[in-house]
């Protein structure tokens, strides 16, 4: 019971959050199934990383993350920098998707953390452009630069990077990112792994469930399970 109404207070605060800092869309008809999924989410987590006693850490810490660098793990940016990983899920049936993002600086420190959901969408592709944009606007209004956008997403990196005109339905949406990028020459976008990426897809799953949200310092808990098996520091 304990759990469930620290749960019921961590989303009255979510909500109060969205009106002052978000789109104030936020909808508290979804609060019900979107508390049940977190709450069998952080179940699963913690029965994870729990010892054989019953007993683990709440929070994975650093001492959980392997010292070990490995290409396929996500790496901080440059001394200086921070980075802002974004990822979209989209549903090819209803064209429901959802975006996530999470900025980081050089030592793996979260900055930021955002997932957004996208009632329609016309294709993935879309889904993932849409993903960069609203990292970018989450990058750009934390004021950090030097800053890199990455995505898994190849299609999305080459138009962006494009001289060439492209008659892709999410042009526009190109065109948004490719401005925010010539106005801003501290900011750069590159590719990485799928497997690098795992914090903004978990994100990204959270806004196609339907919910928006921003936490700052920090992420879901749902999601802090995928930061220990993600990141290398």
Same mark, same amino acid.
């Given at each position: 019971?304990?759990?469930?109404?620290?749960?019921?207070?961590?989303?009255?605060?979510? !909500?109060?959050?969205?009106?002052?800092?978000?789109?104030?869309?936020?909808?508290?008809?979804?609060?019900?199934?979107?508390?049940?999924? +977190?709450?069998?989410?952080?179940?699963?987590?913690?029965?994870?990383?729990?010892?054989?006693?019953?007993?683990?850490?709440? +929070?994975?810490?650093?001492?959980?993350?392997?010292?070990?660098?490995?290409?396929?793990?996500?790496?901080?940016?440059?001394?200086?920098?921070?980075?802002?990983?974004?990822?979209?899920?989209?549903?090819?049936?209803?064209?429901?998707?959802?975006?996530?993002?999470?900025?980081?600086?050089?030592?793996?420190?979260?900055?930021?953390?955002?997932?957004?959901?996208?009632? +329609?969408?016309?294709?993935?592709?879309?889904?993932?452009?849409?993903?960069?944009?609203?990292?970018? !606007?989450?990058?750009?209004?934390?004021?950090?630069?030097?800053?890199?956008?990455?995505?898994?997403?190849?299609?999305?990196?080459?138009?962006?990077?494009?001289?060439?005109?492209?008659?892709?339905?999410?042009?526009?949406?190109?065109?948004? =990112?490719?401005?925010?990028?010539?106005?801003?020459?501290?900011?750069?976008?590159?590719?990485?792994?799928?497997?690098?990426?795992?914090?903004?897809?978990?994100?990204?799953?959270?806004?196609?469930?339907?919910?928006?949200?921003?936490?700052?310092? $920090?992420?879901?808990?749902?999601?802090?399970?995928?930061? $220990?098996?993600?990141? =290398?520091?």
């Amino acid at each position: 019971m304990r759990v469930k109404l620290m749960f019921l207070f961590w989303r009255v605060w979510h !909500h109060r959050n969205n009106i002052v800092h978000g789109d104030g869309k936020a909808s508290v008809s979804v609060s019900i199934p979107f508390l049940q999924n +977190y709450l069998s989410s952080f179940e699963d987590a913690n029965v994870t990383l729990g010892s054989s006693k019953g007993k683990g850490l709440l +929070y994975p810490s650093q001492s959980l993350v392997s010292s070990h660098v490995d290409v396929s793990k996500w790496l901080p940016p440059p001394a200086g920098a921070v980075s802002v990983c974004v990822d979209a899920g989209w549903d090819a049936v209803s064209k429901r998707a959802g975006s996530g993002a999470v900025i980081r600086d050089d030592q793996g420190s979260i900055i930021r953390s955002s997932w957004k959901f996208h009632p +329609y969408c016309e294709s993935a592709e879309e889904a993932e452009a849409k993903a960069c944009l609203e990292g970018l !606007h989450q990058l750009l209004h934390t004021n950090r630069i030097p800053g890199i956008l990455e995505t898994d997403c190849q299609r999305v990196v080459q138009t962006v990077i494009s001289e060439n005109f492209d008659r892709s339905p999410s042009w526009s949406i190109y065109l948004e =990112i490719k401005d925010l990028l010539r106005t801003n020459p501290m900011l750069e976008i590159r590719k990485i792994s799928r497997s690098s990426n795992h914090v903004a897809h978990g994100l990204a799953k959270l806004g196609k469930s339907g919910d928006v949200g921003i936490l700052c310092g $920090a992420i879901p808990i749902c999601v802090s399970a995928a930061i $220990a098996q993600n990141c =290398i520091l």
